[in-house]
């Protein structure tokens, strides 16, 4: 699971800073898809980049692996046991982290255009290094079964669809079996079908290998894929009835 536990983020605004994440508390579980929407620059990727350990936010706690304590008690207060606070780490241990337990999609799938599908996934396998970097041929060929590729590990991005692309992506993203999926709007360069499937299939995924997915949209269509939904809002995650159903680990 994951935990941030009243993360705020702040940017240099020519002689000022913009605050992009303030104060937010949020925990995704494991097998579930928590999802965080809000409006257009309102701090949904920020959110991300800190949960994925790609920025170090200015105050607050990364918490990723352990479990909720007994208590039932806001994240806040320390109710998580085992855990590893990835916002005080090193870059280099921050690093190893992301590579053994985080997987990361984007909004566009960012694969290498003169790697096969195969090659993608196999790439990524081996910059984990240890004994993750054992992932084998079989291992890859039934993540891109898992994500609906069967037969297209020999194919290069220009020979794929976008939808085809994305799905390579998420194999890339679950090679190191990580406990965390964080995922950005990963339907925006998709029509709405497609963008379904890809939905769907994060969904299935998630409940299937027990990852603890926070994934950002800003189109309410994919809604009901969602089992968790807060809003954020200039930053904050807002009240009311979608935002308090994650905001507290359970
Ligand atoms: P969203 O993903 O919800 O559209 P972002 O997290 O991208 O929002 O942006 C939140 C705020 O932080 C915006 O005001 C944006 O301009 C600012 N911001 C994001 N990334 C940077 C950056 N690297 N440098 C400066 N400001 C940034
Ligand atoms: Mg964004």
Redesign the pocket.
């Known amino acids: 699971m994951i935990t941030l536990d009243d993360v705020t983020l702040t940017?240099?605004?020519g002689e000022r800073r913009?605050t992009?994440?303030d104060h937010v508390s949020l925990t995704a579980r494991p097998g579930v898809v928590t999802g965080i929407t809000?409006?257009?620059?309102?701090?949904?990727?920020?959110?991300?980049?800190v949960a994925a350990t790609l920025i170090r936010p200015d105050s607050g706690r990364v918490l990723i692996g352990g479990s909720a304590g007994s208590g039932g008690s806001h994240a806040g207060d320390g109710a998580v046991s085992g855990a590893v606070d990835a916002a005080v780490l090193s870059r280099d241990d921050a690093t190893a982290l992301r590579r053994e337990r985080i997987g990361i999609v984007f909004q566009q799938s960012n694969l290498l255009p003169s790697l096969t599908a195969r090659e993608q996934v196999l790439v990524m396998a081996h910059l984990g290094g240890g004994h993750r970097a054992a992932v084998t041929r079989a291992r890859v060929d039934e993540l891109l079964d898992a994500v609906g590729l069967s037969g297209h590990g020999d194919k290069r991005p220009a020979q794929l669809s976008g939808g085809q692309r994305q799905r390579v992506a998420i194999a890339r993203a679950l090679v190191h079996d990580p406990d965390v999926l964080l995922v950005?709007?990963p339907t925006s360069a998709l029509d709405q079908e497609r963008g379904a499937a890809i939905m769907d299939l994060i969904a299935r995924l998630t409940h299937e290998r027990g990852t603890a997915t926070m994934l950002?949209t800003?189109d309410m269509v994919h809604r009901a894929v969602l089992d968790e939904l807060v809003t954020?809002v200039d930053?904050r995650l807002t009240d009311g009835a979608p935002a308090g159903v994650a905001v507290r680990a359970a």
């Open positions: 940017f240099p605004d913009v992009a994440v809000g409006p257009s620059g309102s701090g949904k990727s920020s959110l991300l980049a950005d709007e950002v800003h954020i930053g």
